[in-house]
């Protein structure tokens, strides 16, 4: 069952640094480009992924072709894809360790999300943790 309640919801937040995002975009008007920028702000060092733009950089980090590549541990994998396509992301994101998988607003799959938790992830489907963050009250990090 993915996370629900705003205490888990806050503790995944609080407790999580590196966040790795894919479907990140290097295009100001996409919701991922906003969504990167307000996570940076609050202190996440936010790692992108897109096969589309590897070796480019967005807000100052270097984009990775998949999550394999990155090669440091991850908190959180921030899924910006079609739900079609979040089963693949989560799929990685249990192969690379990570501690949890967030699907963005509109990004469900209870497959994936049963997969993932069965996996020992966390699991947050249908929200944005940028809109979590203001909504909770959860301040940036120093």
């Known amino acids: 069952m993915p996370l629900a309640t705003d205490d888990a919801i806050r503790s995944l937040l609080t407790g999580a640094r590196m966040i790795a995002m894919v479907g990140a975009s290097d295009r100001p008007d996409r919701p991922s480009y906003e969504v990167m920028e307000t996570l940076q702000r609050h202190g996440y060092r936010v790692i992108p992924v897109n096969p589309q733009i590897t070796g480019e950089h967005i807000q100052g980090e ?7 590549q990155i090669g440091v541990p991850i908190d959180i994998v921030d899924i910006f894809r079609r739900s079609s396509a979040a089963g693949e992301a989560v799929d990685a994101a249990i192969a690379v360790g990570a501690k949890a998988v967030w ?33 909770l009250g959860i301040a940036p990090v120093a």
Do not use: H, K
Request: aromatic letters at 4%.
């Open 103 to 135: 699907m963005q607003l509109g990004v469900v799959d209870d497959q994936a999300a049963a997969r993932a938790e069965a996996a020992g992830l966390e699991v947050v489907m249908d929200r944005c943790p940028a809109v979590e963050l203001r909504r």
């Open 62 to 68: 270097y984009v990775f072709r998949d999550l394999g």
